[in-house]
């Protein structure tokens, strides 16, 4: 008989004799010094003692041995063939499958490295032609950019139109803020941006904003409208870009119609621009687009403008104050976008 059961006979024993749980763990301690059981199981024994009248077995009742682990390289292998077949089985449908708990099933999952995601929203459903026109549009423009580096990208002037309303909602993401324990939750109210808005083109480059043109009430954009914002933005580009050569200048817009009429071309051709190829649908590889409206627009998020004075002068305010760095990035973002769309077979660019 081992220490722990002859320890188990004693227990019974002076439980039998009503002696408390502290005083039987001492009077233990007193003869098995280091190895005496904790006191948790005298407790435990004692009370086993009382439910069974005396009669309990102070031998180890026989075992398997230690139970087997559920995740097994079968059970694995099986859990990664259910999320291959369905991506959006759940955390319960798993484990109903797998016939082990949900803590086993997290373990599985992150131990075979899936992560669950939601969808990412997309403009359009891009068709296989559509692909290849965007693989074959950006291996041209990385062609050139292998071509004349730097340079390349230093000659691109790139604009589009947006919606500025007089307010835009802040997102929840940003109404984030600091709380101790003992603060009370904050409420974020639904709302939805005003009615009251303005249409404005914003011409840029590398350099930084070039023009901000903001169309007259009552009116629609049209090549008319286009073109007078591009004679605009050639008057604009010999003020404020002096060095630079006519000729040189590389646009980039997106295939809008106002923006691919045959008025609208002719009037570039007058200017001596060249435009750089677009593919349609294609605002990921659109700077105005990916990089420049949504930090406008998050910029001004929350504030209320009462008029379009206002607004128009904080757009620009903000406009200025986002630095040459800013604009830069913006541009040089284009080459590894032309070249994951490349790689992606011309499917969309991730964010």
Same mark, same amino acid.
């Given at each position: 008989?081992?220490?722990?059961?002859?320890?188990?006979?004693?227990?019974e024993?002076?439980t039998?004799?009503?002696?408390?749980?502290?005083a039987?763990h001492?009077? #233990?301690?007193?003869? @098995?010094?280091?190895?005496?059981?904790?006191?948790? =199981?005298?407790? &435990?024994?004692?009370?086993?003692?009382?439910? +069974?009248?005396?009669?309990?077995?102070?031998?180890?009742?026989?075992?398997?041995?230690?139970?087997?682990?559920?995740?097994?390289?079968?059970?694995? +292998?099986?859990?990664?063939?259910?999320?291959?077949?369905?991506?959006?089985?759940?955390?319960?449908g #798993?484990?109903?499958?797998?016939?082990?708990? +949900?803590?086993t099933?997290? &373990?599985?999952i992150?131990?075979?490295?899936? %992560?669950?995601?939601?969808?990412?929203w997309?403009?359009?459903? #891009?068709?296989?032609?559509?692909? *290849?026109q965007?693989?074959t549009?950006?291996?041209? $423009?990385?062609?050139?950019?292998?071509?004349?580096?730097?340079?390349?990208?230093?000659?691109?002037? !790139?604009?589009? *139109?947006?919606?500025?309303?007089?307010?835009?909602?802040?997102?929840?993401?940003q109404?984030? *803020?600091?709380h101790?324990?003992? %603060?009370?939750?904050?409420?974020?109210?639904?709302?939805?941006? %005003?009615?009251?808005?303005?249409?404005? !083109?914003?011409?840029?480059?590398?350099?930084?904003?070039?023009?901000?043109?903001i169309?007259a009430?009552?009116? !629609?954009?049209?090549?008319?409208?286009y073109?007078q914002t591009?004679?605009? #933005? @050639?008057?604009? $580009?010999?003020?404020?870009?002096?060095?630079?050569?006519?000729?040189?200048?590389?646009?980039q817009?997106?295939?809008?119609?106002?923006?691919?009429?045959? &008025?609208?071309?002719?009037?570039?051709? =007058?200017?001596?621009?060249?435009v750089?190829?677009?593919?349609? @649908?294609s605002?990921d590889?659109?700077? /105005?687009?990916?990089?420049?409206?949504?930090?406008?627009?998050?910029?001004?998020?929350?504030?209320?403008? /009462?008029?379009?004075?206002?607004?128009?002068?904080?757009?620009?305010?903000?406009?200025?104050?986002?630095?040459?760095?800013? @604009?830069?990035r913006?541009?040089?973002?284009?080459?590894p976008?032309?070249?994951?769309?490349?790689?992606?077979?011309?499917?969309?660019?991730e964010?």
């Open positions: 008989m081992d220490s722990r059961q002859k320890q188990r006979a004693v227990i024993f002076l039998l004799e009503k002696e408390t749980v502290g039987i001492k009077r #233990l301690q007193m003869v @098995y010094g280091d190895d005496t059981v904790d006191r948790s =199981t005298v407790g &435990r024994w004692a009370r086993r003692t009382a439910t +069974e009248k005396g009669h309990a077995d102070v031998h180890d009742r026989p075992r398997c041995g230690r139970p087997q682990s559920a995740r097994t390289e079968a059970t694995i +292998e099986k859990a990664n063939d259910i999320i291959m077949e369905d991506r959006r089985v759940t955390v319960t #798993l484990s109903l499958k797998l016939d082990v708990g +949900e803590a099933v997290c &373990r599985i992150m131990n075979l490295g899936f %992560s669950k995601v939601c969808a990412r997309v403009p359009r459903q #891009l068709t296989d032609a559509h692909k *290849e965007r693989r549009i950006c291996s041209e $423009l990385l062609g050139r950019f292998d071509v004349d580096g730097p340079d390349f990208l230093g000659r691109i002037v !790139t604009g589009d *139109e947006t919606w500025l309303h007089h307010f835009d909602p802040e997102t929840k993401r109404s984030m *803020e600091w101790h324990v003992t %603060s009370p939750r904050t409420k974020k109210f639904k709302s939805v941006p %005003s009615a009251g808005k303005i249409m404005a !083109t914003v011409f840029w480059d590398s350099e930084g904003v070039i023009l901000v043109d169309m009430k009552g009116t !629609t954009i049209n090549s008319d409208a073109v591009l004679k605009k #933005l @050639y008057a604009r $580009l010999r003020r404020v870009r002096p060095n630079r050569q006519m000729k040189d200048v590389l646009l817009h997106d295939n809008a119609r106002p923006h691919t009429s045959l &008025r609208t071309m002719e009037t570039i051709a =007058t200017f001596g621009w060249t750089l190829p677009h593919p349609p @649908y605002p590889l659109a700077p /105005s687009d990916f990089h420049l409206f949504g930090s406008l627009k998050d910029g001004m998020r929350g504030i209320h403008f /009462s008029d379009d004075e206002s607004l128009v002068k904080a757009a620009k305010q903000w406009l200025k104050g986002a630095g040459a760095e800013f @604009y830069r913006g541009i040089h973002a284009l080459v976008r032309w070249r994951m769309a490349v790689a992606n077979d011309g499917d969309y660019v964010k």
